[in-house]
């Protein structure tokens, strides 16, 4: 099997399911609890904080564990929203979000929220100073993704947190979901309020992440209960998945340097391969992250190109999971101004640390059959 859709999900790490099942086995006791047992469960939790914000060169109160990229991104955004709305309903995004904050702030906008959706360039690379110019006395959040999740494009996120550091009454929310352990990013240093963080796009399990909530930042709980997780996630703690989640951030931050520069090698051999294929453009621009490369095949249905590679346990994918079931065009690439039969086409390959050479080059004469063969049945 070759699995390059690393973007929607990675194969967990051995050792982060190691780090769960054992932690499910011996403190499986809730943290809230008032006897002994409880009281180590709480423990390794307040540990489990402790680690995850060393690692993230944040405060341990800073950190705040959920489910996941989506429930981050809703608990930040609507959070601001609604715990600010009596000095202002102004929120700035992009027009290349993903899913899981596009949907928060339409949600918002029916609750009577202005948005303002600003356009990308060609590459899916917003103005800094489209932002400035949005900025306005109501504006409440600004919620800028780090690395888009189609194109691997990288958002100017630090020099849009020094203008944010000039609007104190406003707060700065990055999606980092597909960011972290591929583009550097220093959370703590880039002006950044709020930053979301998902474990199984790191090796980790399904149904974990972070939140980061800078110190001092004040949100509205999306869920009221025992008052957990500094009374902004009420419910029993997930202890074993926030311990494997700790155990999977550890093992990527250990790994970064070298698995970074590994991926932007395949990246520039898969680049290189893709130019000289007939009928096939290259989306993902030449700065972007070092683990997607996005490619469009004008005229060749792309699901039918996924099913021919599926058949050979080849695995790439059409857009983000989160949308792939949902409209054919690619919002993405239609928001960087590509023409609807470039749109419709589109593949993403997303590689892991552990990706290799072989793979790649197994990858690219099947991609390269699978398009002669749909040619010859076009033809």
Do not use: W
């Amino acid at each position: 099997m070759i699995y390059l859709d690393n973007s929607a999900t990675t194969k967990p790490d051995p050792a982060v399911l190691e780090s769960f099942q054992q932690t499910s086995g011996r403190f499986f006791a809730n943290p809230s609890s008032l006897h002994p047992f409880g009281g180590e469960s709480e423990k390794l939790l307040t540990k489990a904080k402790k680690q995850a914000a060393d690692l993230l060169h944040v405060q341990d109160e800073e950190i705040v564990f959920t489910s996941g990229g989506t429930e981050g991104n809703n608990l930040a955004i609507k959070g601001i929203a609604l715990e600010h709305q009596t000095r202002g309903n102004h929120i700035i995004t992009t027009d290349v979000e993903h899913p899981s904050v596009d949907e928060a702030l339409k949600g918002l906008e029916q609750l009577g929220f202005e948005i303002t959706y600003l356009p990308v360039d060609e590459n899916g690379v917003v103005s800094v100073s489209d932002v400035k110019n949005a900025i306005k006395d109501k504006t409440i959040l600004i919620s800028i993704m780090h690395v888009n999740n189609e194109l691997g494009s990288i958002q100017p996120v630090q020099e849009i947190g020094e203008i944010a550091k000039e609007h104190p009454k406003l707060f700065f929310h990055v999606d980092n979901v597909q960011g972290f352990g591929k583009v550097p990013l220093k959370i703590a240093e880039s002006g950044i309020d709020l930053c979301t963080l998902s474990g199984h796009k790191i090796h980790g399990l399904k149904g974990t992440g972070i939140l980061y909530v800078k110190q001092g930042t004040a949100l509205f709980p999306l869920f009221h209960g025992g008052n957990q997780e500094q009374n902004l996630r009420s419910g029993t703690e997930n202890l074993a998945g926030a311990v494997s989640l700790v155990r999977a951030l550890r093992l990527i931050s250990e790994r970064k340097c070298e698995g970074i520069e590994h991926m932007r090698g395949l990246q520039r051999q898969l680049r290189e391969r893709l130019i000289e294929m007939e009928g096939v453009e290259i989306n993902t621009p030449e700065d972007a992250a070092p683990h997607i490369m996005n490619v469009s095949v004008p005229g060749m249905k792309p699901e039918v190109i996924i099913h021919m590679l599926g058949v050979q346990e080849i695995y790439i994918s059409t857009k983000s999971a989160c949308s792939s079931k949902q409209s054919d065009e690619s919002k993405i690439l239609a928001a960087c101004g590509h023409e609807k039969d470039r749109s419709v086409s589109a593949l993403r390959i997303s590689l892991a640390y552990d990706t290799t050479e072989e793979e790649i080059h197994v990858f690219m004469n099947a991609l390269s059959e699978t398009i002669d063969q749909l040619k010859t049945i076009l033809e």
